[in-house]
């Protein structure tokens, strides 16, 4: 079956460092998406990961390892507003979405 | 409208009746989705849409039905609603099958009770 792992919830300091990691397996690969989601409100997009590697955008950075079904977003500089759900979700190889459950993440001053 | 619009934000609705969600976006988007969220669940696929006129079965579509009879909108009907139907329900957008950068609604809150 298809599954997407992310830990359900994590802390961390404002002005801090954090790394949200998910694992996935999936049938087939068409890229890797990391998405933000406010409670109450509607998820909105963050990074898009098709090829190995770093993508940085701003304090955000997504990772990427096709060969350990591995990907991870990094947060720099944590802000409050940053408080919300990180969903990591798979294009598998019939163009569909496979979701993660979202990792919960809560910034304390 | 600029973006995806549903309505209603949200429904409380007794088991047994029937309801329809509304969708519909301005950007003309060839790819319609449905999802719904539960805690604890990942998004969940109901039905999908590539293009006007044809319609897909995700995940999870039993109870549910779709119409995609022109771009813009793309209503989810429950036909009898049952209480495991409470949810959270997006719509959501993409330029095509496959494109990157899904939009979303803002979501209707259903409870069925």
């Known amino acids: 079956g298809q599954n997407i792992d992310q830990p359900t919830e994590m802390t961390a300091t404002e002005g801090a460092i954090v790394q949200i990691n998910c694992t996935y397996q999936t049938s087939g690969f068409n890229g890797l998406f990391w998405y933000q989601q406010h409670a109450g409100e509607a998820p909105t997009f963050l990074s898009y990961n098709v090829l190995d590697g770093l993508e940085e955008k701003g304090r955000f950075s997504s990772f990427l390892s096709r060969s350990k079904g591995y990907s991870y977003l990094l947060l720099k500089e944590l802000q409050m507003k940053d408080s919300a759900s990180y969903l990591c979700?798979?294009?598998?190889?019939?163009?569909?979405?496979?979701w993660g459950a979202g990792t919960k993440l809560i910034i304390k001053p | 409208i600029a973006g995806i619009t549903q309505a209603p934000t949200s429904q409380i609705l007794a088991a047994g009746r029937r309801m329809t969600l509304r969708c519909t976006q301005d950007m003309r988007h060839n790819a319609m989705y449905w999802y719904r969220q539960d805690l604890g669940l990942g998004l969940r696929l109901i039905h999908y849409s590539n293009t006007a006129g044809t319609t897909g079965k995700g995940e999870v579509p039993d109870g549910y039905s779709v119409s995609r009879a022109n771009t813009d909108d793309f209503p989810l009907t429950l036909a009898s609603a049952v209480p495991s139907q409470t949810s959270v329900y997006f719509c959501?957008?993409?330029?095509?099958?496959?494109?990157?950068?899904?939009?979303f609604g803002s979501g209707t809150r259903l409870t069925v009770v």
């Open positions: 979700a798979v294009m598998d190889s019939n163009y569909q979405l496979i």
């Open positions: 959501a957008s993409s330029e095509g099958q496959g494109s990157y950068g899904y939009t």
